[in-house]
């Protein structure tokens, strides 16, 4: 009972951070603008992502443009893309392998074969989880040090966007949900305590019941 509550909270963990992967993938808000010095007060804010790039008015209309060429991109966001994305794929494939070995499903006959698909389902957010954690520290590093770079005009600098802080919290859940699917056991049917019964004793017709006759004196 214990090790299908584990599994339940592992998967519901995962499945929540694995959302959060997709919506981080697809959010243009992983650079901002910086306001800083003169650039205080502006009438348009950037957000730069993954896929595209935004201006925003201060009237609250907002023009995405799609990046043109990849290999324009610089190296961060090139290797952000492509391990975003096998993020994801490893979360969609967690889901599958996670469900197929659980308690509550039939896929699966063999209570050990089923606790060993679980953890392998665990082990694959797990590295889902550090396939979306290392982009987004390559990123928020690039931000810190181009920020505090002298050489770097403050009309280039940028700020860390919430897209960064909801993908390390996506990180998170998907770091723990997949330690609480390791952690699956197998259920066992025995309880370890072997309950006896002792035999029925059958009547006999002089009402005396099937006792042994050496018991009487």
């Known amino acids: ?8 909270l592992g998967l ?21 603008t910086a306001f800083i010095e003169a650039n205080i007060v502006v009438a348009q804010t950037i957000w730069d992502g993954l896929w595209m790039s935004c201006v925003v008015q201060s009237t609250g209309q907002m023009q995405c443009k ?3 060429s990849v290999l324009a991109l610089g190296h961060d966001l090139q290797a952000a893309r492509a391990l975003t994305v ?3 794929v490893f979360g969609v494939l967690g889901l599958m392998v996670v469900i197929a070995g659980a308690q509550c499903t039939n896929c699966i006959s063999a209570e050990n074969v089923k606790t060993r698909v679980v953890n392998a389902g665990g ?11 290392v982009p987004l520290c390559w990123m928020a590093n690039n931000i810190i040090s181009d920020f505090y770079n002298p050489q770097v005009p403050a009309s280039k600098k940028r700020e860390i966007g919430a897209a960064l802080y909801i993908g390390w919290a996506a990180t998170a859940l998907l770091l723990i949900g997949g330690a ?6 197998p259920s066992n049917g025995n309880s370890g305590y072997s309950a006896k019964y002792s035999p029925t004793k059958r ?4 009402g005396t019941g099937d006792y042994d006759k050496r018991n009487y004196v």
Do not use: Q, R
């Open 1 to 8: 009972m214990v090790s299908a509550g584990l599994e339940i």
């Open 12 to 32: 519901g963990l995962c499945v929540i951070g694995s959302l959060l992967v997709m919506v981080v993938c697809g959010m243009p808000m992983w650079k901002v």
């Open 66 to 68: 799609v990046h043109d």
């Open 86 to 88: 096998i993020s994801c």
């Open 123 to 133: 082990v694959i957010y797990i590295t889902s989880g550090l396939f979306v954690l």
């Open 180 to 185: 609480l699917l390791c952690c699956s056991c």
């Open 203 to 206: 009547a006999t017709p002089n």
